[in-house]
């Protein structure tokens, strides 16, 4: 069964391909030369989507690096050059070829994203200069907070279809967020009627050995009812002493089309993720006589009886039902348990260059659960008006999560040679666990969007969200509620270009206090964004130029002060903060041998005093990723990329109460890969990171944490 979704022009989203232009200043317009004109421009035609909907491509598309159709900016499913926002797509084929098996490396490869490695295991990560907070799963939006490791970077992309990124604020997605990113995680779902699977094995330097299993199967003799498991184990070291990683996950779904117009999907899935000797924070920047420190990339600082367990359970429901008009009413809910058990110690000081003495480790025990509940409720549809289709979306959506944590500490140890730490360290003398802990988080949030046909080449979006925002518990007691409205125009250039303009309202309730412990006002501001979108082949190919700028009131910025009585940072709100930038990404099939990937970003941000803030993160980042079958050697794909990012810096406290200024350099970091088929259905690939060896910091303040180095995989890919 299908159904009319939106009517266009003949040509305009049909695959055009045109001759060199401005917007395709990156390889498009080389590689598209002039070629036969679209069918009659202005006849209309119907484009027409599965009755399964956003997860199903065509087979001609099944290895792309882009998708035609996305949900991400508005909840309406448009093509990408009709959405007044920068969205970034990451596929399967683009996971598989670039090795990215977790968030963490999704978001590492994404245009426009830095992540911020804290520590071995705890990773942040940043957009046009904040901090992203906002993940969705199945369009469900969750909070991930940097305070509290649970995990969430880790979490493995073998369950995923695909992962988009819409940059900027994304009121309408998640009603409250950082004007950062908003990163939705699509499931996959079970959507073959025949029995399909796909086994696939690794191994790769420091002892990693990776397996997974992909299985499809229909569960009934018509195919109407569906299952998919995806499951997998891996087990590696690292090249820092010590470290030990181990992840067991395991994913089921099930697709049932109760009737024609009506599908269910229920499903659950488990990842349980166990790290030996993790890091918590890094090694000391500086020798005690101000000198910067040289110690290996594998010098660990964690001892050998430290360790940090993870489990996460979600299980998920939609319900979506189709009507003959074209609309529809989708309902999902979700509940997830995610529970920490970290044992770690974190050094303080500097060392004596050549005794290493001078150098504290403070030990801490924390135990954390975080339960989520969620729903979202939303019609979508087309309706007509003055002759002319629009599209109209709707819906409610509530969320409740509960944090609770304990902890427990033994009192500092000062260590002796810390130049030549080993691991030893005593593991007695804990005190009797306390509750450090208890909030719950209620979010209640109505939406509204329409999109209007003004003209042929021109659509106008409205919306607005309200949210109803309340967190309670031992270190937040504050409410707050909030009407952030949304507006977009986009003007069709000719049947391959688009130009387009945004606004955002920001809304972004938060816990940090100030030196005399009240509550900071939520953050709130303004965001704009302009730009020039083009597609070709189908949307298989798609490019995007962004300016962008926001203003922020009561931006948290760090004193660097406990709170008197706590173990707090106290902040101070800062009205008049400014970020502005610009963006460009190429995405998709160049040609149907040739695949890539290439985006490039920049922005500035200062405080009302006109001062660089946030300059800890990169301003430039430029990240490439290619793939390429040979005509004459069809069972060869040869690919690979190079991620490059300018200087990071800051001052902060050195020995002796002295400022001192943390920097890294630009740098870049190159990758390769290759895949040969054996067989139709054998295949084997390998991927080296870090080809030529570079030594860099992830992150550098008064501590350090050093990048990876060089390092490979081996693969074995079945399919069936």
Known sequence: MSFELFRIREGARAGVRPAYSVLAMMIAGAIYAPQAAAAEAGKEQTMTVSATGEGEASDAASHDYNRPLTRSGTKMQLAPRDVPQSVSTITEQRMKDQNLQSVKDVLTNTTGVSAYNIDSNRTTFFARGFMINKYLYDEIPTTVSSVWNFGDALTDTAIYDHIDITRGATA?????????????MVRKHADSKTFTGNLSASYGSWDKQRYVMDLTAPLTDSGNVRGRMVAGYQDNDSWLDRYHFRKKFIYGVVDADLTDSTTLSVGYEYQQGHTGSPTWGGLPTWYSNGNTTHYDRSFSVAPDWAYSENDAKKAFATLTQRFDNGWEVKLNGTHAETTLDSKMTYPSGFPDEVTGQGVSYFSGWNRGKRKVDAGDLYASGP??????QHQLIGGLSYSREDNKFWNSFYPGVVYGDFNHFDGSLPDEGWS?????QHDTIRQKTGYLATRLSLADPLNLILGATYTD??????????????????????YDINETYSAYVSYTSIFQPQTNRDSNGHYLDPMQGKSYEAGVKGDWNSSRLSASLSLFRTDMDN???????????TTSFAYDAVDGTKTKGVEFEVNGALTDNW?????????????????????YLPRTTMKLFTSYRPPVLRDLTLGGGVNWQNGIWRNVSGPNKSTLHATQGSYALVNLFARYQLTKQLAVQGNVNNLFDKTYYDYVQSYAVYGAPRNFSLSLDYNF
């Open 555 to 565: 931006y948290a910025i760090s004193t660097g002060s406990y709170i008197p009585g």
């Open 595 to 615: 695949q890539m990937t290439f985006g490039a970003s920049r922005f500035l941000a200062v405080d009302n005093a006109h001062n660089e803030i946030g300059t």
């Open 432 to 436: 009797a666990w306390r509750e450090s």
């Open 469 to 490: 925002w309340e967190a309670v518990g031992t270190s937040a007691n504050s409410s707050a509620d909030n009407l952030a409205p949304y507006a977009g125009l986009v």
């Open 172 to 184: 309408l997605l998640t009603g409250t967020g950082n004007p950062s990113a908003a990163v939705n």
């Open 383 to 388: 309706f007509e008006l003055f002759g002319r």
